[in-house]
């Protein structure tokens, strides 16, 4: 997928060049195009997910709701842009596990903080540059215990994921939140059809995927 969310606004006159020429070459190849004005990447990209999906995008955050996802650098993604291939090590793990419900007054937030302040606790991170600890620099979190939460408030939390330093993220969560999801990503991805965005039949390959997980959503692997 490719977008233009950080040129659109202020574009220089050979962003306006390459907004004109890109999207073809991109569709051309098979990509996802978006149009200057539609937003963040990452947002589109969260729309077009399958559960048992790894990804990889080019900055840190580059995290997924469902799924899994890594950052790379601009260099591993032209590496895997020129070749079709990229290599990928899967790192060691944290698993963060909430316990309880979440009680009135509690937001996303709150649970995002309470991950850094409970390892602070346990003397895994630390504050203070001389001597740093930081348990989550470099590893993967597994968070479980709130299976049932929006795919989008499971987002907040694989989001942040990168303010901890760590290379990547996964959440656990029951089926009925997922396939609330993916009805209306299905959804919105025949509206980008009808709209022109191309290329039709990549999109529409992923909206069959997504329908085909839907209706046997054992397919997910674990």
């Not at 559960?51 to 590496?79: E, K, N, Q, W, Y």
């Not at 990547?168 to 059809?193: D, H, Q, T």
């Not at 997504?210 to 397919?219: A, D, G, T, V, Y």
Request: charged letters at 25%.
């Amino acid at each position: 997928m490719q977008s233009f969310c950080h040129t659109a606004a202020y574009p220089k006159p050979v962003d306006i060049d390459t907004q004109h020429n890109l999207p073809d070459f991109i569709m051309n190849r098979g990509g996802v195009s978006l149009r200057p004005g539609d937003g963040i990447i990452h947002s589109w990209l969260n729309r077009m997910l399958l559960p048992d999906g790894v990804g990889t995008g080019g900055d840190s955050h580059t995290r997924f709701p469902i799924g899994i996802s890594f950052p790379a650098g601009s260099g591993l993604v032209a590496f895997a842009a020129t070749l079709g291939v990229m290599p990928l090590d899967m790192p060691e793990s944290v698993l963060v596990r909430f316990k309880g419900e979440m009680q009135p007054g509690i937001t996303l937030r709150d649970l995002v903080n309470a991950i850094p302040y409970t390892a602070i606790q346990k003397g895994l991170l630390t504050v203070d540059k001389k001597g740093k600890k930081n348990i989550f620099s470099g590893k993967c979190l597994e968070i479980e215990g709130l299976p049932d939460m929006k795919v989008e408030q499971a987002f907040e939390l694989s989001d942040a994921s990168a303010e901890r330093s760590a290379s990547g993220c996964s959440v656990r969560l029951n089926k009925e939140p997922i396939i609330e999801y993916l009805k209306s990503n299905i959804v919105m991805l025949r509206w980008m059809i009808a709209s022109g965005y191309g290329d039709p039949k990549t999109l529409e390959r992923r909206a069959q995927a997504m329908e085909e997980w839907i209706e046997n959503p054992e397919l997910l692997r674990t």
